[in-house]
C-alpha cells in the first residue's frame, strides 16, 4: 500500500469538497477501501476520514418506509427491530453477509459500493489485463478460471459478479440511493459493464451516499433472503435470492412479488420475468418451478461458471416456496 | 520525504501518542509501534481474523482500521482483557480448560471474538456459535474445541 495524505472530514460538505479532487477516496468502514489499498487495486492518494462524522447513521421506519443513514453499521441494521420486522430480507442478506467482525466496521454507503471479487481484478501484478481497473486492457477473466464469474449481464469487456448481499435485497423492493439533495432509484444506482465496466454507479464525482430509503409494502414484509455459497458462512454467494410476496384476500392469488437475484450477474439483478409469469397466478409449486426458470433468461455461461445457470433458478424457487408458506 | 501525523490511542485504558505515516493500520501500529504482539497478523487481508480487537466493546479487524481511524476510541487488546497479574478472563480459562487450539496463533483472535460473541448474545446454540465465529479461522481446525470453549466461558458469563 503506497502512503496517501489524511483527512478527517468535520461535515459532510468538507468530505464532499475533499472528494471531488484527482485521486481523492472516501474513507468509512475500510473494509473495501483499506483491502483492495493493499492488493494494488486502490491508489488513493488523499483518503478523506467520514467515519467519526455525526448524523449519518440513523435508522428510522415508518409507516413511508426505511430510513438509514450512509454511515449505519451493517451489523446495526442487521438486528434493528423495525427493520426485522418491516423488512426481514434486508436483515437476512446483512446478517449472513460478511463476519461479525467485518459488519460491525462496514458502513451500508459502503456495503453499496464494494468491488468485485474477480481474482483477475483483485491482482494487478500477476493479470495487468483488467478493464474494470485499466479501461481498454482487456479482461483476463474471459479466458481464465470463470467459477465465480457472472451469468447474467457481462459483456466482451466485462463478468465480474457484482458481490454483495444487502443490494439484492434493496434492488427487490425498489431502494433509493440518496446523494445529498439528489437521488437515485437502486436498479439505475447500478450500471451493467457493457464497454466501460470501469463505470459501476451512477455517481458522479464529489458526489457521496448519504442515506438509503426503502418503502414500505406487503412484500417487503414478506420477504426472505436465501444465500447458497460454497461454505457454510463467511462466504460470497455462488447464488442468492431476495423475495417477497403479497397475497389477494383469498390467500393464494399474487398479488405482488418481488425477485432479485445475487452472486450470478455483474449488478443485482432484479428477475422481473419471474415476477411478471406470478403476479396474478395463483400460488402453486409447480407454476413457481416453471415461473423461476426464467430467472436465468438471457444468461451464458463461461464454462466453469455454468452451475449458477442450474443453480440460480432452484434458489430462486426455494426462496419463492418458503416465503410464499410464510405469507 | 516522510508524511507522518501524530495520533493518540487508548489502548487498555492507557494513552500512548506516536508518530505513524497516514497508511499505518492499527494493527501495525500495535505491534510495531506499541510492542503489543498479542494481536497477530494473519492475511492482513479481513478474511482469518487474528487481528481481532475491541473497539468500544465491538469486535473489528484491525488490519483493515487505519491507526488513525481509531484515535478517540477505546481500543482493547487481548493484553487488556483482564487486569494485570489477575486471574485470566472466563474466555482465556475456558480455551485453556478445553485445549482449544494446537499452534495458537489464531487463539487471541478467537479469543477477542469470542468474548464479543458471547457479549452479543450468539450463543444459543453450537449452529449459533459456528455462524458467529466464523470470521476466525483456525488453520489446525481445533474448531470442536473452540466451540466448547465458548459454549462453557457462556455459562460461566452469563
Known amino acids: 500500500m503506497r502512503d496517501f495524505s489524511y483527512l478527517r472530514a468535520a461535515s459532510v460538505e468538507e468530505a464532499i469538497n475533499a472528494a471531488a479532487l484527482p485521486a481523492t477516496m472516501l474513507l468509512a468502514g475500510g473494509t473495501t477501501l483499506l483491502d483492495l489499498a493493499k492488493c494494488g487495486v486502490a491508489d488513493p492518494e488523499r483518503v478523506v476520514d467520514i467515519s467519526h462524522l455525526t448524523g449519518l447513521d440513523t435508522i428510522r421506519v415508518d409507516g413511508e418506509g426505511a430510513f438509514i443513514g450512509a454511515l ?65 486492457s482487456g479482461c483476463s477473466a474471459l479466458e481464465g478460471v470463470t467459477r465465480n464469474h457472472a451469468v447474467l449481464g457481462g459483456s466482451d469487456a466485462c463478468i465480474a459478479t457484482y458481490p454483495g448481499d444487502l443490494a439484492v435485497a434493496l434492488t427487490a423492493f425498489d431502494a433509493v440511493v440518496h446523494l445529498g439533495e439528489r437521488s437515485v432509484a437502486i436498479d439505475d444506482f447500478f450500471l451493467l459493464p457493457g464497454s466501460t465496466p470501469n463505470r459501476e454507479h451512477a455517481m458522479q464525482p464529489g458526489e457521496m451516499i448519504t442515506a438509503i430509503t426503502i418503502p414500505t409494502s406487503v412484500a417487503a414484509r414478506h420477504s426472505t433472503f436465501i444465500k447458497v455459497r460454497d461454505r457454510q458462512s463467511y462466504e460470497f454467494a455462488a447464488a442468492s435470492a431476495a423475495v417477497g410476496i403479497a397475497f389477494e384476500a383469498d390467500g393464494k392469488t399474487i398479488s405482488d412479488i418481488r425477485v432479485a437475484l445475487g452472486g450470478v450477474a455483474t449488478k443485482p439483478w432484479r428477475a422481473r420475468g419471474v415476477e411478471d409469469a406470478l403476479r396474478g397466478r395463483a400460488f402453486e409449486p409447480e407454476a413457481v418451478k416453471q415461473a423461476s426458470r426464467l430467472a436465468i433468461e438471457g444468461a451464458i455461461d463461461h464454462g466453469a461458471n455454468h452451475y449458477k445457470i442450474e443453480l440460480a433458478p432452484r434458489v430462486v424457487e426455494r426462496a419463492i416456496l418458503k416465503t410464499g408458506a410464510m405469507a | 520525504m516522510t508524511n507522518e501525523i501524530t495520533i493518540h490511542l487508548d489502548i487498555n485504558g492507557k494513552t500512548h501518542s506516536l508518530s505513524v505515516e497516514p497508511r499505518v493500520t492499527l494493527l501495525d501500529a500495535l505491534r510495531d509501534h506499541l510492542a503489543l504482539t498479542g494481536t497477530k497478523k494473519g492475511c492482513d487481508q479481513g478474511q482469518c481474523g487474528a487481528c481481532t480487537v475491541h473497539v468500544n466493546g465491538e469486535r473489528v479487524l484491525s488490519c483493515l482500521t487505519l491507526a488513525a481511524q481509531a484515535e478517540g476510541q477505546k481500543i482493547t487488546t487481548i493484553e487488556g482483557l483482564s487486569d494485570h497479574g489477575a486471574e485470566l478472563h472466563p474466555v482465556q480459562a475456558a480455551f485453556l480448560e478445553h485445549d482449544a487450539f494446537q499452534c495458537g496463533y489464531c487463539t487471541p483472535g478467537q479469543i477477542m471474538s469470542a468474548v464479543a460473541c458471547i457479549r452479543e448474545g450468539h450463543t444459543g446454540s453450537d449452529d449459533e456459535i459456528r455462524e458467529y465465529m466464523s470470521g476466525n479461522l483456525c488453520r489446525c481446525g481445533a474448531y470442536p474445541h473452540i466451540i466448547e470453549a465458548v459454549r462453557e466461558a457462556a455459562k460461566v458469563m452469563s
Not at chain 1, 453499521?73 to 446478517?95: C, G, H
Open chain 1, 72 to 136: 449505519a453499521k451493517m451489523s446495526r441494521v442487521a438486528v434493528d427491530a423495525a427493520i426485522q420486522q418491516q423488512f426481514p430480507a434486508v436483515s437476512e442478506a446483512l446478517w449472513q453477509a460478511a463476519s461479525a467482525q467485518i459488519r460491525n466496521m462496514a458502513s451500508i454507503g459502503g456495503n453499496l459500493l464494494q468491488r468485485t471479487r474477480c481474482a483477475y481484478f483483485r491482482d494487478p501484478a500477476t493479470f495487468p489485463a483488467c478493464n474494470k481497473r485499466s479501461p481498454g
